[in-house]
T-cell receptor
Framework: SQTIHQWPATLVQPVGSPLSLECTVE??????LYWYRQAAGRGLQLLFY??????ISSEVPQNLSASRPQDRQFILSSKKLLLSDSGFYLC???????????FGSGTRLTVV | QKEVEQNSGPLSVPEGAIASLNCTYSDRGSQSFFWYRQYSGKSPELIMFIYSNGDKEDGRFTAQLNKASQYVSLLIRDSQPSDSATYLCAVRDGFQKLVFGTGTRLLVSP
């Protein structure tokens, strides 16, 4: 089975500070990986996805970026956080077309 | 952009009743459909998936798919207070992505 590890669970950052959220995958090789954001009381917004090392697709223009330096590692970054970047960030993995996503436990980011 | 529509709710049902959650989707060519449960403050967890027209049962959960009507539903029998959560419908978009609805909040009262 596939396990998605995310940390930290909560994060409070000042406006203008940098951000780095890491996601690692256990139990699967070459998974598709995804970063989602969920604003309070809202649906899941797909930010980035990756089908392999170094391959990143961006869904929404914004001040965030993503990287996949290793097969089982997916990183979400920002050079300068905005108040609107607050939300619940979820990493997800897909281990095959017949399966849905497995989500990590998420990081709740508050930008102050 | 494919769309997935859900009533935001809340859907309130008494304990022991059947909860019926509905979802419609815009792409007639969609083939794979998923239901996730998300407790408040937690990440979504997959509870059902369905690919073929008709019903698929797993314990107290039944997923129903009608591709002609572009409609997928989730029935929860013998609803329990622990079923109170937001239920997300998702539809596969191509080979790589899932498109999620905004979710229906279910409240099961004792």
């Amino acid at each position: 089975s596939q396990t998605i590890h995310q940390w930290p669970a909560t994060l409070v950052q000042p406006v203008g500070s940098p951000l780095s959220l890491e996601c690692t995958v256990e139990g699967t090789s070459n998974p598709n990986l995804y970063w989602y954001r969920q604003a309070a009381g809202r649906g899941l917004q797909l930010l980035f996805y990756s089908v392999g090392i170094g391959q990143i697709s961006s869904e929404v223009p914004q001040n965030l970026s993503a990287s996949r330096p290793q097969d089982r590692q997916f990183i979400l970054s920002s050079k300068k956080l905005l108040l609107s970047d607050s939300g619940f960030y979820l990493c997800a993995g897909q281990r095959g077309l017949t399966y849905g996503y497995t989500f990590g436990s998420g990081t709740r980011l508050t930008v102050v | 952009q494919k769309e997935v529509e859900q009533n935001s709710g809340p859907l309130s049902v008494p304990e022991g009743a059947i909860a019926s959650l509905n979802c419609t989707y815009s792409d007639r060519g969609s083939q794979s459909f998923f239901w996730y449960r998300q407790y408040s403050g937690k990440s979504p967890e997959l509870i059902m998936f369905i690919y073929s027209n008709g019903d698929k049962e797993d314990g107290r959960f039944t997923a129903q798919l009608n591709k002609a009507s572009q409609y997928v539903s989730l029935l929860i029998r013998d609803s329990q207070p622990s079923d109170s959560a937001t239920y997300l419908c998702a539809v596969r978009d191509g080979f790589q992505k899932l498109v999620f609805g905004t979710g229906t909040r279910l409240l099961v009262s004792p």
